[in-house]
């Protein structure tokens, strides 16, 4: 299995991208396809004292920043490691594309090169968060910030299999983000989505408040891309907010200075449950290839266990069970 | 002055409500009218040995749970402490109303009962967020989930006035919540919002990211009340959630316990910071009337600061201002 992964993508890249692929190739008996800056990608692979042939440098000559408009840096940087990695997927050279660069150009690239499966209508990107009974998965995250209800129910049905099948729950339950519990609650898609999932033959468990995000009251949690967005950045930076002002208070006197020590083991046990490292990059669901989206601030763990992630994928024929199980989208049948 | 509060509203009502009010009379030099069940009100006055004149009782029957339906609720129940609350400030028996019972029962009931302000569109409900640099206000998170832009302006105008009469910041900057800076990000309706906030009087700061929500980007953050609610309640969430997770990984070994009884006065200063009692309740915006709505879980300090919070309202004839301001949205005016 070959792997094409974006070298110049993350905001630590090349360098912990091009480690990463160091550390899969030997963990995941999978070939990986580095895009980028030749040059710059060979010396690194070097300084990693890496001569091995798992790993194959294929050259592209223009990056697309983190902060670049999507749609018109895709359009115009046909060159860029993202554009050209998407390209290597679609000509079949290699099995999946992993990227922790610009989220919007990844989405845009893959969806206008790879265009949608048969029967999706949009792509979604889906993210694992840690909850206190285990995770859930939040679809979509922000591939599509102004969904119709059909897009909301087909999120539940590909979050569904991605929680079966990648994450390996036996009987995923959907939840529908919404802001009370309530079948009247909510915009008027909302509640027209509401009403699609529950005469779907998922295992909907109706309305899901914020507050119980972290409760794991669903196994997915279906919502609109500029919703979960914030969801998911208001989070990560609520918990580092949290931090900061812990860290504050805590060092603001000798006895915290003390307990601080003591207390080592513990903060970073409690900083492991929560590092999004753990859990790998997030599947853009619905194109027709796997996608799978890296943390912009991703570490040689993140790119690591994306690209673990992007091979279970592979090995899942994830993409086929979609196209089944969409095709079949509100008769009571589950794909296996 | 007289400010009327809801005896039964609140997960803690109707007990930590008249302890929060026996104190607030005497702190801030208001009197209060606790709406609710007479008989249990006035034994829990007597039992918190309270005989003063300041507090008087005004009768009612029924009680809006914190769950049922906002507007069948509140015309279903004309003779619940929210409604007859609400009534009591409309007939000037009281300058402003404090509840924290359900929302959108008072969000409903205020808006049928007290209307709103001339040239307003929509009510809002403003909440003060603790942040590195101090605190921001968020406007709205909840009282309108389907804004149109020209509402989302008004929001701005209101949130700036707040923040500089009642917040005490001079100059207070304005930031519209979007899921990326550059203003061609979002729905059509952040795009539109987007484009009248910059042409207001209002000192636009243009798009702040959830990811900076915490970091202090703007005094004021301009969404939707969908997205604000969900924004909310994640935080709180995510903040409770972080804290049991600490919790457990610090309580898992002996070396933790000993940590966290040198660190308990850290973490209490640090629960301190992120306290929502000690900002008080949130006001809503835009109705005729002072309306201030305290958190589900409001313990007594909280309902003292809500109270505090309706007296400085009126006070600064807030609603005045709001008038004032909305009729000169556009122009470069600023009302003082």
């Given amino acids: 299995m070959k792997i094409i992964v974006d070298a110049m993508g993350g905001d630590y890249a090349p360098e912990v991208v091009i480690e990463g692929a160091i550390v899969a190739v030997k963990e995941y008996d999978v070939d990986v396809v580095l895009v980028g800056d030749e040059k710059v990608i060979k010396a690194l692979l070097l300084k ?7 790993i194959s440098v294929h050259p592209s000559q223009e990056v697309i920043g983190m902060s670049e408009s999507a749609a018109s840096s895709v359009r115009k940087k046909r060159k860029s490691s993202i554009v050209v990695g998407i390209d290597l997927v679609k000509n079949r050279v290699g099995e999946a594309f992993v990227s922790a660069g610009n989220t919007g150009a990844v989405v845009c690239a893959a969806t206008l090169g790879l265009r949608l499966l048969p029967g999706v209508e949009r792509a979604g990107i889906a993210v694992v968060a840690p909850t206190l009974k285990g995770i859930s998965l939040i679809i979509d995250v922000g591939a599509n910030i102004d969904p119709k ?10 979050g569904e299999l ?11 339950t959907i939840g529908l983000l919404n802001i009370g519990e ?7 898609i909302v509640k027209d989505a509401y009403e699609l999932l529950s005469k779907s033959a998922l295992d909907f468990v109706g309305n899901v408040e914020p507050k119980d995000l972290f409760s794991g009251k669903s196994d997915v949690i279906v919502c609109d891309g500029f919703v979960g967005n914030v969801m998911l950045k208001v989070s990560e930076s609520a918990a580092e907010t949290l931090n900061i002002f812990l860290k504050r208070s805590i060092l603001s006197n000798w006895l915290g200075k003390v307990g601080y020590l003591l207390l080592k083991k513990s903060f970073m046990s409690y900083k492991q449950k929560l590092d999004y490292a753990e859990y790998g990059g997030a599947p853009l669901l619905g194109v027709d290839g796997v996608v799978i989206i890296g943390h912009g601030r991703s570490n040689v763990k993140a790119v690591k266990n994306a690209i673990r992630v992007a091979k279970e994928e592979v090995e899942a024929k994830f993409n086929e069970k979609i196209i089944e199980a969409v095709s079949k989208t509100g008769e009571k049948l589950q794909v296996s």
Avoid at 162 to 172: A, E, F
């Fill in 48 to 54: 990693h004292k890496y001569s091995g042939e798992r």
């Fill in 182 to 188: 309530e079948e009247t609650k909510g915009t008027e």
């Fill in 149 to 158: 209800p059909s897009q909301l129910l087909q999120y539940g049905v590909m």
């Fill in 162 to 172: 991605y929680s079966r099948l990648i994450l390996n729950k036996p009987k995923p």
